[in-house]
T-cell receptor
Framework: GEDVEQSLFLSVREGDSSVINCTYTDSSSTYLYWYKQEPGAGLQLLTYIFSNMDMKQDQRLTVLLNKKDKHLSLRIADTQTGDSAIYFCAAERTYKYIFGTGTRLKVLA | SQTIHQWPATLVQPVGSPLSLECTVEGTSNPNLYWYRQAAGRGLQLLFYSVGIGQISSEVPQNLSASRPQDRQFILSSKKLLLSDSGFYLC????????????FGSGTQLSVL
């Protein structure tokens, strides 16, 4: 089955860029996603990318997809303290969405 | 616009007691519905999903069950809770028409004592 992996923690200084990485195993995933979870809340969809794209940019967010290596990354430009949260990547295949373990981003003032 | 409601927000239950968590979606019809569990400090585990009324797919054998009695209602149940059932339970839906975005409810924090 599909497996999605992420590093657990990332710490950056306010104003720097953050890069959160994710690897997945199922190359037939149609869409790949990034979600944000703040403490005690549900998951908020940040952005997603179709599998035939290499890059997608949405304001401060840039998603890069390397299908050959099955590697997905999320870059947050000019990281702010409000970006502190857990970030999940997810892969979709045939109705099911498989999530990684989440990366806890801590932004230092 | 579409909204998803999940309740209760917090629940404390003794071991061996029953469980019923409810989720409803408004503003769409015939959505795909999902239950996920997030254990403390861990990722999301897909528990159940449903593509239609009465159709339930179970991903992980466990102490829980799910039902979809109406098109936009999804219920997670247990007859007897275990300590290991503690966690943050999230309901989610997907519009079958657009087919790419999954939206989450606000979650239920379940503590089994």
């Amino acid at each position: 089955g599909e497996d999605v992996e992420q590093s657990l923690f990332l710490s950056v200084r306010e104003g720097d860029s953050s890069v959160i990485n994710c690897t997945y195993t199922d190359s037939s995933s149609t869409y790949l996603y990034w979600y944000k979870q703040e403490p005690g809340a549900g998951l908020q969809l940040l952005t997603y990318i179709f599998s035939n794209m290499d890059m997608k940019q949405d304001q401060r967010l840039t998603v890069l997809l390397n299908k050959k290596d099955k590697h997905l990354s999320l870059r947050i430009a000019d990281t702010q303290t409000g970006d502190s949260a857990i970030y999940f990547c997810a892969a979709e295949r045939t109705y099911k969405y498989i999530f990684g373990t989440g990366t806890r981003l801590k932004v230092l003032a | 616009s579409q909204t998803i409601h999940q309740w209760p927000a917090t629940l404390v239950q003794p071991v061996g007691s029953p469980l019923s968590l409810e989720c409803t979606v408004e503003g769409t019809s015939n959505p795909n519905l999902y239950w996920y569990r997030q254990a403390a400090g861990r990722g999301l585990q897909l528990l159940f999903y449903s593509v239609g009324i009465g159709q339930i797919s179970s991903e992980v054998p466990q102490n829980l069950s799910a039902s979809r009695p109406q098109d936009r209602q999804f219920i997670l149940s247990s007859k007897k809770l275990l300590l290991s059932d503690s966690g943050f339970y999230l309901c989610a839906w997907r519009d079958r028409g657009t087919n790419e975005k999954l939206f989450f409810g606000s979650g239920t924090q379940l503590s089994v004592l």
